[in-house]
């Protein structure tokens, strides 16, 4: 059966048919998009997913802003980048210091797309964890013999003793690499390995680690339960593969894609596109204004709440993490939220988009009056027109907060320069003003 092809946030390349539609109003009420979206980094967008197919009110399905392939039942739905494969690598590349360039054959498909995105990223973080050696976890291990391997276990030598035995009982804690973290990191790699199709995507570091690691587990390992690998207690040196072990969990756990899906059980996985445009304006914005003067709203310790209780001060309610702050978080010079979404009429901003900047600004009322606050978001080709929110700007909040809305460019150097010309005109303005 021929797959239906979408681009992210557009039709597909043909009316689905009346099954089809059935299928895809399926797909869209019983398939969750964070079971089939593989996490590439912390994000914002992350935690407010998106559907990965909608029916508009004219009857037309779109797709979300996910891109991948997904099987259910018997049936597969593509989709495609539309901005492209380059500009989407040109994104991972930044966004995750990762040397990614797609081969010329993969703008024929998603699954090759999917396959080196998380072969890059899988790879770039566990060279990263395996920086002070493999992830060995420290387990308790009892011993009866004549002499103490470890620590004296006095109350079972004691017992030992009484019963006429001569021996000593010891507990040691030697280091297992044979643990939920392996066994993930193992049993991932296979699935990449099926799904990149090429023996060189491993790299040398990679290359040298797993022999050691599957000799420890076994070359098909058991993959951990989700309680298994929560219950890993990490150590200073092994903290670093806890990122390693999640990823790996996911990419084993979904088993990549399938050739077909006969059942109601759905395979294949997706990339968000919206949290790679996040993750890219955020080393954008690194780049543009230092990275010390720049917090991601995931790093964010103690964000400020939407509302405050009168009675009891320290209590808050809602709390407000947005994507980007410039300068420091108590005393911000900028707000910028990303959007993976077209800024044009007549759709214009979204309601709760527009909402949800005023409460940021809001929230740092108490501050200073000058904060700046702006939707970002992506310049798409063939949009000639600007909407109407962003050829009235720049706007004023009722408390001063100077808003934009913008749509910024796709390529590192521009975009950097973007930013620097929209904190700029802003303080430019503030100056001018007072």
């Avoid at 308790?140 to 000593?168: N, Y």
């Avoid at 990149?196 to 420890?216: N, Q, T």
């Avoid at 009429?345 to 702006?374: C, I, K, M, W």
Wanted: include cysteine; glycine fraction near 8%; charged fraction near 25%.
């Amino acid at each position: 059966m021929d797959a239906l092809t979408f681009a992210d946030l557009a039709g597909a390349d043909r009316a689905p048919t009346a099954e089809e539609a059935a299928w895809l109003a399926e797909l869209a009420t019983e398939v969750a998009p964070s079971l089939v979206t593989a996490r590439l980094g912390r994000s914002c967008a992350a935690d407010e997913p998106g559907p990965i197919v909608s029916c508009d009110p004219t009857g037309v399905w779109r797709a979300g802003r996910y891109v991948g392939e997904l099987y259910r039942g018997g049936r597969v739905i593509e989709i495609r980048p539309r901005l492209g494969v380059e500009a989407i690598a040109h994104w991972a590349s930044a966004a995750f210091n990762l040397r990614f360039a797609p081969r010329s054959g993969d703008t024929t498909g998603s699954q090759a797309l999917i396959a080196e995105f998380l072969a890059a990223i899988w790879r770039a973080e566990l060279v990263s964890a395996a920086r002070h050696g493999l992830p060995g976890i420290r387990t308790h291990r009892a011993h009866i013999s004549e002499v103490a391997k470890g620590r004296l276990d006095v109350g079972s030598t004691l017992r030992l003793r009484a019963s006429g035995r001569p021996q000593i009982a010891s507990i040691s804690r030697p280091k297992n690499i044979d643990n939920p973290i392996t066994r993930s990191i193992v049993a991932a790699d296979r699935v990449i390995d099926g799904l990149v199709g090429r023996r060189d995507w491993r790299g040398d570091r990679v290359e040298e680690l797993m022999p050691r690691l599957r000799s420890a587990s076994g070359p098909r390992p058991k993959l951990p339960s989700r309680r298994e690998l929560a219950g890993v207690r990490y150590t200073p040196i092994t903290l670093p593969y806890k990122r390693t072990a999640e990823l790996s969990y996911q990419i084993a756990k979904r088993r990549g894609l399938q050739s077909r899906a006969t059942d109601d059980t759905t395979a294949g996985l997706l990339i968000d596109v919206a949290e790679l445009w996040e993750l890219f304006l955020l080393h954008c914005a690194r780049v543009a204004f230092g990275a010390s003067n720049v917090t991601h709203g995931t790093g964010m310790d103690a964000a400020r709440p939407l509302l405050r209780s009168q009675r009891h001060p320290e209590s808050g309610l809602g709390r407000l993490y947005p994507d980007i702050v410039v300068g420091p978080v108590d005393r911000p010079v900028a707000i910028i939220d990303a959007k993976y979404k077209p800024l044009a009429d007549p759709r214009g901003v979204d309601r709760e988009d527009l909402y949800q900047l005023n409460a940021y600004l809001t929230a740092h009322t108490d501050t200073h009056s000058a904060l700046f606050g702006a939707l970002a978001y992506v310049d798409f080709p063939g949009q000639v027109r600007s909407a109407y929110a962003e050829a009235r700007g720049p706007w004023r909040t009722e408390y001063g907060h100077r808003v934009v809305f913008t749509r910024l460019p796709t390529t590192e150097e521009a975009c950097v320069a973007a930013l620097t010309s929209l904190v700029r005109a802003d303080r430019d303005e503030s100056q001018s003003s007072g």
